[in-house]
């Protein structure tokens, strides 16, 4: 995340601190493609990208996933 802060949404203020500012066109690219990255690879899945069958595979590998880990199975 700091990669992108450095990258994107930042201006330095003469003062020496930082200002926002809104993303432009190629800076939200860059930030959607890298958060879809990040979110593989922690294994999150993006709802507002999914349909609710594949969100029902999801949480169904999830869980299984979940009852492995916890000695369940």
Do not use: C, H, W
Request: glycine share 10%.
């Amino acid at each position: 995340m700091k990669k992108m802060k450095d990258r994107v949404g930042i201006e330095r203020d003469p003062s020496g601190g930082e200002l926002a500012r809104d993303f432009t066109r190629s800076e939200r690219a860059a930030y959607g493609s890298y958060m879809r990255s990040y979110r593989a690879k922690y294994g999150l899945v993006d709802g507002l990208r999914t349909d609710q069958e594949g969100f029902s595979e999801y949480l169904r590998k999830r869980r299984e996933e979940d009852e492995r880990r916890r000695g369940y199975r």
